[in-house]
């Protein structure tokens, strides 16, 4: 079959000085229709081109017009006073525990405002450092909120940064699918206004960590490379620095530990960026230092790791990193520093609400328990555990709380082993696919 052609402009301009009747005489012209207008949009741009006024130079004033300056300071007041009314009311709805929140929302219509959602995401970054599951609950209501304004470019770019946030508190909690459908929302509504290349660039490093907790490789590396290009493009050595990490994340998942502990080793002695950065690579480096077998350096940079995190006020991340130092004891079988570490651990995390790592750290300290001969202490542990999950009334954590509660009847029984826990684990950790490498964001 044929696929017809249709001329290009410069083709076209060699009808424009025949007379009009004697341009259809091309075959192709009388019978195409957008070659045809075409024609006449070139002819009438051709005709326009020949009044002298076109030619006249002007001057424009620099001056701004009173109008236009009245009217951004009037928007600038309007938000300020938004922002202002919105920050008393976010104080109010995040007082209580968050079970109250979404009540309390309800019960107050005049708080889904715009300065609302843009102050909720504004307190999620220090929920993700001290309370993750609180974060999951502000963005979800910043979401709620954000649906539910008048349609508007500003609406639209807030609510997709809203879904962005929600995204990424999902993604920190282990909710990898529902992070994937938070980040779409957020994709569709960052592609319906005009500029928002530098937000779209955040979605795809995020949607890549997600990529590579559910160890889907093939996906990984097309959106950290989409995501680098953009933050390189508008500038952004920050978030430059998290596309690297996000890039070594990548050579640690292929096995490749040696080209990840070098990319990591230059984020983490780079002065010039943020602290939480350099703390992320910092853990990432001792990551892949334990990995190919040289414990002390692992040592060392996962000690620095957990001080940067802590100076940053980033403590659910210095908790995680705390844990993997004391898995390193355990290697060593550094026991009793190994169980006081993974005893601490219990409880800031139970403070977090962070219940899968509640789960893991159990079994972590449960196999450290049958190393030192202690086979009647596992169960004690582990009842400390359920007594978590029932207080706190974690059905989405069902498989936590089974997984402690197998436990802690195999140990009764007598017939708890190591190989029980590492299947344990095995189970459990394949079902949340919990990333271990840190991934700082902003």
């Known amino acids: 079959m044929m696929i017809e052609q249709h001329y290009d402009e410069e083709v076209l301009a060699g009808f424009l000085a025949e007379p009009i009747d004697s341009a259809t005489r091309d075959k192709h012209l009388a019978g195409c229709s957008l070659c045809k207008r075409t024609l006449e949009s070139l002819r009438g741009t051709a005709t326009l081109l020949k009044h002298g006024e076109v030619w006249e130079r002007q001057s424009f004033s620099n001056a701004p017009r009173p109008e236009t300056l009245a009217f951004l300071r009037n928007v600038q007041r309007t938000m300020a006073d938004e922002d202002a009314a919105a920050e008393l009311y976010v104080r109010h709805l995040l007082s209580g525990s968050r079970d109250t929140w979404a009540a309390k929302l309800a019960e107050h219509p005049e708080w889904r405002t ?152 230059e984020i983490a002695n780079e002065e010039t960026i943020a602290l939480k950065w350099r703390a992320a690579a910092q853990q990432n480096a001792a990551t892949c230092y334990r990995e190919v077998g040289e414990f002390d350096a692992a040592i060392d940079h996962f000690t620095k790791a957990i001080h940067a995190f802590e100076s940053a006020g980033m403590m659910s991340f210095r908790a995680k990193t705390r844990w993997t130092l004391a898995r390193i004891f355990v290697a060593r079988q550094q026991y009793d520093s190994a169980l006081q570490m993974l005893t601490e651990l219990r409880g800031e995390f139970e403070e977090l609400g962070m219940a899968n790592d509640v789960a893991i750290v159990s079994l972590d300290m449960a196999e450290v328990l049958i190393a030192t001969e202690r086979h009647d202490d596992i169960a004690v542990a582990c009842r400390k555990s359920i007594a978590y999950f029932e207080q706190a009334q974690l059905t989405s954590c069902e498989a936590a709380r089974t997984a402690v509660t197998y436990l802690c009847e195999a140990a009764l029984a007598g017939t708890a082993t190591k190989a029980l826990i590492s299947e344990l684990r095995i189970a459990f950790v394949a079902a949340a696919k919990r990333p271990e490498l840190m991934q700082a964001y902003c």
Request: net charge neutral; hydrophobic share 45%; charged share 25%.
């Open 114 to 265: 715009a300065g609302v959602v843009r102050k909720l995401i504004a307190a999620t970054d220090r929920a993700i450092d001290l309370m993750p599951a609180d974060a999951v609950e502000i963005t979800r209501l910043a979401v709620e909120i954000s649906d539910e304004l008048p349609v508007s470019e500003t609406a639209v770019r807030l609510r997709g940064s809203a879904w962005y946030e929600f995204g990424y508190s999902l993604l920190y909690t282990g909710a990898y699918s529902d992070a994937l459908k938070a980040l779409a929302n957020a994709e569709s509504n960052f592609v319906r206004i005009p500029i928002a290349e530098h937000e779209m660039g955040r979605v795809h490093l995020v949607r890549a960590m997600v990529f590579r907790a559910q160890e889907k490789s093939d996906d990984l590396l097309p959106s950290i490379a989409t995501a680098a290009a953009i933050f390189r493009a508008y500038g952004d050595k920050e978030r430059s620095c998290a596309a690297k990490l996000a890039e070594g994340l990548a050579l640690y998942s292929r096995r490749r530990f040696r080209e990840a502990l070098t990319l990591n080793l």
